[in-house]
């Protein structure tokens, strides 16, 4: 049995976007990033340019918490991956198969967000 990931060491990181209209008429985004372990929010952040929104929740989280040794992406997450790798960072990019097994409690939220909202969306 493999051991659990320490608190912090590993995150999710996902984005949806909203079925609702901005002011500016654009769909918003939601970033999120999500440990691992604790399955805590750490961090989420809206607006209307996806990478933008992932780049900023992801800056927030770590300047915030520290660096995670491994971050998990599904494959439509706009992440720099040889950036994050030089300061240490690994990406795992997962397939779909896997993404949907690992993903599953970040989309939980997703969906909870959008009932709450009253609203939809793709993921």
């Given at each position: ?20 209209a901005m ?18 929010i750490i ?72 009932v709450t ?7």
């Open positions: 049995m493999r051991p659990s990931p320490a608190h912090g060491s590993r995150w999710l990181i996902d984005v949806a976007t909203l079925d609702a002011r500016d008429g654009r769909r918003p985004h939601v970033a999120v990033v999500m440990d691992v372990a604790t399955r805590r961090t989420s952040q809206v607006g209307s340019d996806r990478e933008l929104a992932v780049m900023t929740a992801l800056r927030t989280a770590v300047r915030g918490s520290g660096a995670p040794e491994l971050i998990y992406v599904d494959s439509g997450c706009p992440l720099p991956a040889k950036a994050l790798a030089d300061l240490g960072i690994r990406v795992e990019v997962m397939g779909a198969l896997q993404a949907a097994c690992r993903m599953g409690p970040i989309e939980r939220y997703f969906n909870s967000l959008r909202l009253g609203i939809g969306g793709a993921a």
